[in-house]
Each structure stands twice: as C-alpha cells, then as structure tokens.
C-alpha cells in the first residue's frame, strides 16, 4: 500500500508592527521599564574620536515619512575595532558600538550621535571605508532591510571599498552616502532611507 506524505504549509509572514516601540524601544512609547534604555547610547563618553550627529528620515514609496519604523546601527571605534568579546582590551571603555533609534512620532525624523568610525579590515584582510551598519524594521517590512551609511568626506576610502564596489551603477552607490554639514560645530551626517521608487536605497541580501 503506497503511504502518502502530507506536507506542511509555509507559515505566514508577519511584519514588526504595529507595536514595534513598545516591544523594542519601550520607554519612546511611554513605558518606564529600564533605568537606561536599551541600546541607547552607541559610543559612550570616554568614547575616542570625532563626535557627530547622524539623521535622516525612512520614506516609503509615495515619499512620506515613516514614523513607525525602528533603525538599529552598528559601528566600529574610531580605530575600527567592534566592541566584541573577541577584542575585550582593545575597545575603550563604555563604547557599546550599537543602538536602537526610533524617529519622532510627529516628523519622522530620526537621529544619534556617536563617534566618526574608522576603517575595518574584513576577513579577507581588505580595507573597507568607515561605515555604519543599519537595520530597519516597521509595519509593512515582513524582513529586516540591511545597509550600510557611508560618508561623503571619505572620497578616497569609499572608492576603494570592497563592498561598495560590488555595486554596478555609480547612481546606485550614491545611496549609500550620507552628506556632511556643520551644525553649531559638530558634524551632521543626512542620510535619508527610501524604500521603494526613484533612488531607492541599496539594501543587502545577508
């Protein structure tokens, strides 16, 4: 007697939201749960290096902003070294190297300050430019988008970078930058995300 196999249905995918604040960043959506909020603070004061500001707004494919969305960035010091266990010594004291941002509720924009990284050697031993590495999360985004902020006063570092040479197409890469003003002295980095249409931003299958 032939036996038949009954196969499983794929399960649905779910998106983040809508309650992706509270879960995640608690205490924006007005819970008072942590005596610091987690994943708050990136480079923390005995952090080395030049202090900057990085903001920008995710916008979805009609152009608005998208004020329910969660950002979560990762960097290396300013010598281009993680905060991983494997570097326990080599990382200053305090320097978290991740936090979570959220935008505000009413402009949808986001923003956090740090410190400048500096270049990271892959495990292929090259070279890569400073960079920030984000994740975003919403409703309506059933996977995590991956991609990387470089800066556009890194010319000669962003032309050589491996990964940004993956890229084709020069228009695409310039996605992926994020443009230098000077504000009250302190460096700002724009970086505006889109998420579909006209210049939209170069994600990463990883």
């Known amino acids: ?9 794929e399960t649905p995918s779910q998106t983040a939201g809508p309650y ?13 749960i942590y005596a610091q909020e987690l994943g708050h603070d990136i480079a923390g004061p005995n952090a080395k ?12 494919g009609m152009g608005s902003p998208i004020k329910d969305v969660l950002l979560e960035a990762w960097q290396a010091n300013t010598d281009g070294i993680y905060a991983h266990p494997e570097h326990l010594g080599e990382v200053e004291d305090g320097f978290r190297g991740w936090c979570r941002v959220i935008p505000d509720f009413d402009t949808g924009n986001w923003t956090f300050e740090t410190v400048k990284p ?8 090259r070279q890569m430019a400073p960079h920030i590495s984000l994740w ?17 006063d890194e010319t000669s570092a962003n032309a050589a970078d491996p990964v940004l040479n993956l890229i084709e197409w020069e228009r695409r890469r310039a996605t ?4 230098r003003t000077d504000s009250d002295g302190t460096p700002v980095y724009r ?10 931003t170069v994600f990463f299958d990883i």
């Open 118 to 125: 500096g270049a990271v050697t892959d495990l292929n031993g």
């Open 191 to 200: 970086f505006d995300i889109k998420l579909q249409g006209e210049d939209e």
């Open 49 to 60: 290096g030049e202090r900057i500001r990085v903001e920008g707004r995710v916008i979805d």
């Open 1 to 9: 007697m032939r036996q038949t196999l009954d196969y499983l249905k």
């Open 136 to 152: 975003i999360v919403a409703r309506g985004i059933n996977v995590g988008l991956q991609t990387r902020l470089y800066f556009s």
């Open 20 to 32: 992706v604040h509270i879960g995640l960043a608690p205490g924006a959506a007005g819970f008072d």
């Open 176 to 179: 992926l930058i994020a443009e």
